[in-house]
């Protein structure tokens, strides 16, 4: 057999001529030699292909109009890791808000479990970005440029010419300028769109760090959509290994009837049904349509497998085959193993139920952490190697680092008052007003009698209030003499 490599872009259906006997001993986009075999998916056509279609034009448009939706100023999701300030629904989160994020995240991952052991990686195929950006945006524009997956072949094998040159450069120069508009998006979800329109709209090189994270998203996008594709997702995320602990006999995934499909043979004219059925053949005609529009590359005729995305390119285009066949549809359909050997439906496992649980619980927590957070987050800490002094007039005085953290859409104005003890306490260098969405940092010193102080360490109790309004108590210690 003849070694192949990236450049030459193979036929990947010479990976169904090589007997290579257990599919699962190799990947289905790579030879014995290891070289990449580059995949040319059929353009599929068919009833989930349009509902995939018109599903991914609102996630798409979704996603590029995200940071120009603003609720009451702020964007509708921003992820600002560099001012660790965060925007979800036009709500700021802050760092403060660690215990939410905790929350939050362990719902995610517990809701992603919950619906891959009931329904697979329905989530690959019809929402990832990475496969709806990839299969609806970037490979029909290729389709559209080089033609079908035949033309393609054809493209990639011809020698270099006029046209083969202008359809190349067309199509990467189309690929790199939506790469960049796709950057630029990412990094408006992070920034926020009005720090992104400083950047493109001031001199480059007052925003050198923001051009560079341009350029850098933006090349990124190319490699992932221009060549990497399908290896995105069967080497680098981690969803598809992650699934076969997740994944049991109920799950319902996109499944081959191999009850009805074996023995497979092709369909003869002067073949009667009768005499096919008669001689041991399923309704399988070994067409293999169903792995030419695979996006990556697998035969799911053996089963499921880690690479399957479940984006049903294999059940339109079975479909399309039973119909002209006159045999019903559904040979490849949405089932479970256990519907397709007994005849089952979806039930409800008692690991479904245990997981159904666990993100009860958590949206529990969740919501009862959004309802009771605070408007103002506050912390009193003693300043750093401060020891206490003595007035002239015999007071005692403590110096505190105070941090005011402002997480509603207006100012607020703030007042401190000593709870437990009699005695002086004085905001340094503001902090009575903290503006919306700000956080400031100020001074306090607290001066209290000698004689209030039965220990070198006393327990010091601080009211927060905002408009007449107590928000928080805080507990600190005040330094004295010993005794």
């Known amino acids: 057999m003849k070694a192949t490599n990236d450049k030459n872009k193979t036929d990947p259906s010479a990976a169904q001529k090589i007997n290579w006997g257990d599919f699962r001993d190799h990947l289905s986009t790579a030879d014995q030699q290891g070289n990449r075999m580059w995949l040319y998916p059929k353009k599929p056509k ?30 509708l999701l921003m992820i600002n890791i560099v001012e660790r300030k965060f925007s979800v629904l ?46 609806m945006v970037f490979r029909r524009l290729e389709y559209f440029i080089e033609g079908d997956a035949y033309a393609q072949r054809a493209l990639d094998k011809a020698p270099w010419s006029a046209k083969k040159l202008f359809k190349k450069l ?43 994270a341009m350029c850098v998203f ?51 004219r002067t073949q009667t049904p009768e005499q096919r059925q008669t001689g041991g053949a399923g309704d ?53 193993l256990n519907g397709i050997e007994r005849g089952e439906l979806l039930r409800v496992t008692p690991r479904i139920i245990g997981y159904c649980v666990v993100l009860a619980l958590l949206g529990l927590g969740l919501v009862t952490l959004l309802v009771t957070r605070k408007d103002l987050d506050t912390t009193l800490l003693r300043a750093p190697g401060g020891m206490f002094q003595t ?23 703030v007042e401190l008052k000593l709870e437990n003890l009699p005695g002086t306490l004085s905001v340094l260098g503001g902090g009575s007003l903290v503006p919306a969405e700000k956080q400031v940092e100020s001074s306090v010193l607290v001066q209290l009698d000698p004689t209030l102080l039965p220990t070198a360490n006393t327990p010091l109790v601080v009211g927060v209030y905002s408009n007449g309004r107590k928000i928080e108590t805080l507990k600190t210690m005040f330094l004295g003499p010993r005794k």
């Open 218 to 268: 933006t090349l990124i996008f190319y490699g992932i959509f221009a060549r990497f594709r399908e290896q995105a997702c069967t080497f680098i995320c981690p969803y598809g290994r992650l699934q076969s602990t997740l994944l049991d006999e109920n799950t319902i995934v996109v499944a081959y009837d191999y009850k009805r499909g074996e023995r497979r043979g092709p369909l003869r």
């Open 90 to 135: 036009g709500v700021i989160f802050w760092p403060q808000d660690n215990l939410i994020f905790a929350f939050g995240f362990l719902l995610f991952l517990t809701g992603i479990a919950v619906f891959t052991a009931a329904f697979g990686r329905l989530w690959c195929g019809w929402t990832c970005p990475q496969t709806v950006m990839m299969e």
């Open 284 to 336: 399988c005609v070994d067409c293999n349509q169903c792995v030419a529009v695979c996006p990556t590359g697998i035969d799911i005729r053996n089963g499921t497998q880690m690479e399957c995305v479940n984006c049903t390119a294999c059940i339109d285009a079975c479909d399309n085959v039973m119909t002209k066949i006159g045999k019903p549809r559904g040979l490849i359909r949405f089932a479970s």
């Open 391 to 413: 007035t002239p007039e015999g007071k005692i005085n403590n110096l505190y680092l105070l941090k005011l953290t402002n997480k509603t859409h207006h100012d607020l104005p």
């Open 170 to 212: 067309a199509k990467h120069t189309v690929f790199l300028g939506l790469s960049f508009v796709i950057g630029n998006t990412l990094l408006a979800y992070i920034i926020g769109i009005d720090a992104l329109k400083l950047i493109i709209t001031d001199p480059p090189d007052s925003h050198l760090a923001g051009l560079g």
């Open 46 to 75: 068919g009833r989930f292909y349009l509902a995939r279609l018109y599903f991914s034009f609102v996630l798409i448009v979704v996603m590029f109009a995200g940071p120009f939706v603003k609720i009451q100023g702020n964007p």
